[in-house]
């Protein structure tokens, strides 16, 4: 989007969604940091970008996530709208969380205006499947509603973890290559119009 | 439970609660009606509403006062008629939309009437009164007016079948508008409203990190108080900004909350900063193009700035060094802090026993920091209790937080369609004659388009719309019209299609709306009339002088005696309205229906001359009382499909005024002036009775906007 192909490796935007306490900024810094949690640090610009290697090809990703601003409603359609492929985290131990999901789709829908904008839906704390309140069988069919994948995933045991992040930036990285194939395409449409246009005139 | 905010408004009711704030003085006039002006205490907006005030009783007095003084006699008329108490529902309209009037006019002129006997006072006076209520929205420089502009406000344009709230509900929304609170008053005030929700956060509640738990409110209740406080700024803005029916009036209101932004920027109150910038942002607002379109480069370049500040990007680097760089006083947006504490807990995690190092040393810094914002001191600003009011009376509840947030989704989507184009287009576009089949999908474009707003507007003051005349769906058949001559359209200069879509708002049964969906054009190919004219029995060429439309013999034959008698035939061909004999010129309904190619050029606009006028083309229509302009696809042709679907400018008719013009130069010219405004436009037709119908169509609607007083052997339906 507004990444320009020649600097740099392609970074693909990534927007954290779910409830608050259902543990996407433990799915974030597990991601980010791995083992290596002490080195975080809030406030320095680059505490959600990282490079990683996805399918041999150097790529940067970076998180937005909100955690702690679920409650400020009103900032989030300006986030969403940045956003280029969407994890939509909930708790399989929270009812609750997994039905504000739909909310969740709804309004990113509306924001991004694409019923295919690359999206995960994630149930999280899946090492606590003894608390499960949420049956499987139940995530799956909304998944296959939305026609998305769900993945279950534990930030504790970091099972799953960097699976969801990387699935999410295939489906960012092909649909942005479609992206471009049809723009370009339309740029030339454009051109045949414009000089269609002249000779008209 | 009732929260702090929640008191009183309701924006959905009609009823008025906002009776503490007007002046004492005017109760008695008011308290008839339960409705009480806004009168605000304050030196300023006095001063504003004085000055306003005058340039309107000015104008007034300088304008010419047909249109008022048709309403005075309809007033007066039913005063005579009726008991007061039995008027109706639509003179009480007129009634409370005069008396919000009189009492600026009352006010300022220092000569108050105590009594509500408003219906015996002095014509003169009413008729400065409701002048000054047409001009409100003619002073585009005083606050105080804007909302007028917003709510059509001419009490004459509305039936007498109107409900009667309808009009308390626009008046509600020009009493209690953000636009009528100087911007710098709404930015100090919110500031002054925020301050102390923000100071009584405890440390406690930021290191608890449980303000997105089930007992935040138990654990965090300064948090939460202060982010609710977010959302209701947020709420209340997004609220305003679609209060505008149409887009220029929506930009209005979105450039003065950047202007309160930008006074809550120079305050260093970026939390209610956010909260607006985010509501601009917002699904409902961001998508609104033409009303962004409306807003001015300066307007739309403050904005990028401010928004820029909570660029997420890079982490929100933007706004950590903007808040590095500034000094108290302060209001930070917390959000930031609470993710980044919500992360070192996380990071850092507390397991017991002692609080390790980093995880204190982290959390302690940004306690830090927020407790020395906490010290920020706000005493400079004077609290201005009535705004304070208004502010925290806007109803918002935060568990309702999404249905809000769906209703207003739903609003902008009413305002703005996201896809006005679609099967009906094409079909409005075809280019073969019009049948009443193809009206329904005609008219639903019109509907999606920008003038859409117009219909909603009637509808929001009680018209029910219906495509077309109830006959004419029932009865509706196609034929072609034996009885016009074959070649009628090929003689027709004008290129002009009448439709009647039969709005018209007057329950008159004997109106004889004879629709005639006539589409002439040049080519011989295409001069098929379809439509539902039971009338056509009549021939044609056997009523030479009589008017067009109603069978008026001619008076006015002076005019069109230098007509050219081909053309005079020609537009003879295709109005054949023939059932009345009462009418004056033309049907309300066939009035607003005109539509044909014109050419305008700007004489005048708001008193000045401008510096370039040409005359530009437009395809012109009258819909409901406006006038709406679709600009031209290519350099020529006068045909509807050589101008574009979407039109470029939809105006209202109400308190302009059409006459033919004499002009040596340019033939066939009639003159659109606007009563206060100063503006005026000229417009050309093809032809002298092109000019002539326009010009009847537009006073027609224009003298339409005083309702009819009902035949007292006709029950009124109320």
Redesign the interface.
Known sequence: MSKKPTAGPALHKVIMVG???VGK??LT?QFM?DEF??D?E????????KKVVLDGEEVQIDI????????????R???F??GEGFLCVFSITDDESFQATQ?FRE?IL??KNDESIPFLLVGNKCDLNDKRKVPLNECQLRAQQWSVPYVETSAKTRENVDKVFFDLMREIRSRKTEDSKATSGRAKDRCKKRRLKCTLL | MMRYSEISRDLNSDSLHYTELSRKSHEPTTHDYGYAGQNYEHPCYQQQQLSSTAQQLWRCSNGNGNGNANTIAYIRQQAQQTPRQQLAASAKNLMKQELEVKQHVGKHQQQQQPSSKSLNIKSGRRKNSIGCLNSFSSSPDSPGCYYSMAAPVAPASKSQSLPAHSSIKQLDAVIMSALRVPADVLANQITLLDFPVFALIQPDELSSCAWTKKDKHVVTPNIVAFTKRFNHTSFWTVQEILNGEQPKQRAEIMTHFIKVAKKLHELNNLHSLFAIISAMQSASIYRLKKTWACLSKKDRQSFERLSDIFSDQNNWSNLRAYLESLRLPCIPYLGLFLTDLIYIDLAHPHKGGLEPEQRRNKMNNILRVISNYQQSDYKHIVAHEITQKYLTSIRYIEELQNIFEEDQYKRSLNLEPTSPSGPSSSSCSSKESFNVEMLGPALGCLNLSPAKTIGSMRMASGTKFVPGHRKCRSLGTKFRSSSLPRNFAQKCQGCIVMIAPGIGTISNKRCRCRRIFGKIAHTPTTYEVHGHAHHLEHDLSQQPRHHLLDDSVLEHSDALSTADLTSLESAEGILCDFGGSDCDLMSPEAAAAMQGCVRRKTVQKEGRKPAVASWQRYWLQIWANSLVYFPPKSFKGSEREDFKREPCKVCSLDGWMAHVSDNTKHKNTFELHHRHLGTVYKFRTDSPQMTHLWTNAICKLASMRVPKPLPANLMSFE
């Open positions: 409830s608050g306490g900024s433990a810094l940091y949690v002490e975080y809030p406030t320095k610009a680059d505490s959600y970008r937005l996530d909100t955690a702690g601003q679920e409650d400020y409603a009103a900032i359609d300006n986030y709208r940045s909310e309004q509306r924001v």
